[in-house]
């Protein structure tokens, strides 16, 4: 059981480069989602989904893209790479644990644009 | 939307001393709180949690306290040992929102000196 895999784990981009960010888990989790960790501001949520082929918008959505074709995978599309966006990448998946969603974080992809 | 702010946002600990992080939330309505812990390079890991109908809940060393109508939790670690060494975070959502929408403080970094 990997639990939830990132990669890249490092990356560099130039502005106005795209890329994708990959997320996969293999605990059979509904729910997926993406954060990103920027100093002093803890895990912002960036997009969720809710099972395969239901995506949804979290508290900071532009320049970002998303889409859930199989449970497995939740792939994170950045469509014109910005300086703002560099950050950490944390991608989770969850399951309901009966206290409440219990989530199970990837190890982040460090992302700088330059 | 919910708003989650913790402190302190650095807490230096002699070994065996307690150490003491508290968050406020301002939805009345969140009735989940768990705390995360990361090691540096790695993702956030679930340590424990607290549902709103709770008061208190232990794990070993560490303790989670919830007071509903203030809107704040805390968590306790008691015996602190090099190993606790890491950033902490705290969250809040409601257990039925869908995909658990965490929202997350902005966490507090945590030393403990040998």
């Known amino acids: 059981n990997a639990g939830v895999t990132q990669t890249p784990k490092f990356q560099v981009l130039k502005t106005g480069q795209s890329m994708t960010l990959q997320c996969a888990q293999d605990?059979?989790?509904?729910?997926m989602s993406w954060y990103r960790q920027d100093p002093g501001m803890g895990l912002r949520l960036i997009h969720y989904?809710?099972?395969?082929?239901?995506?949804d918008q979290g508290e900071v959505p532009n320049g970002y893209n998303v889409s859930r074709s199989t449970t497995e995978d939740f792939p994170l599309r950045l469509l014109s790479a910005a300086p703002s966006q560099t950050s950490v990448y944390f991608c989770a998946s969850s399951y309901y644990k009966g206290a409440g969603y219990e989530q199970y974080f990837g190890p982040g992809t460090r992302l700088t644009v330059t | 939307g919910e708003n989650v702010e913790q402190h302190p946002s650095t807490l230096s600990v002699q070994e065996g001393d307690s150490a003491v992080i508290k968050c406020t939330y301002s939805d009345s309505a969140s009735n989940y709180f768990p705390w995360y812990k990361q090691e540096l390079g790695k993702g956030p890991q679930l340590i424990i949690d607290i549902r709103s109908n709770v008061g208190e809940k232990k794990d070993q060393r560490i303790a989670v306290t919830l007071n509903k109508t203030a809107k704040h939790f805390s968590l306790h670690i008691t015996e602190t040992q090099p190993e606790d060494s890491a950033v902490y975070f705290c969250a809040a959502t409601r257990r039925e929102a869908a995909g658990n929408k965490l929202t997350f403080g902005g966490g507090t970094r945590v030393l403990v000196k040998p």
């Open positions: 989904s809710v099972g395969a082929g239901i995506t």
């Open positions: 605990m059979n989790h509904e729910y």
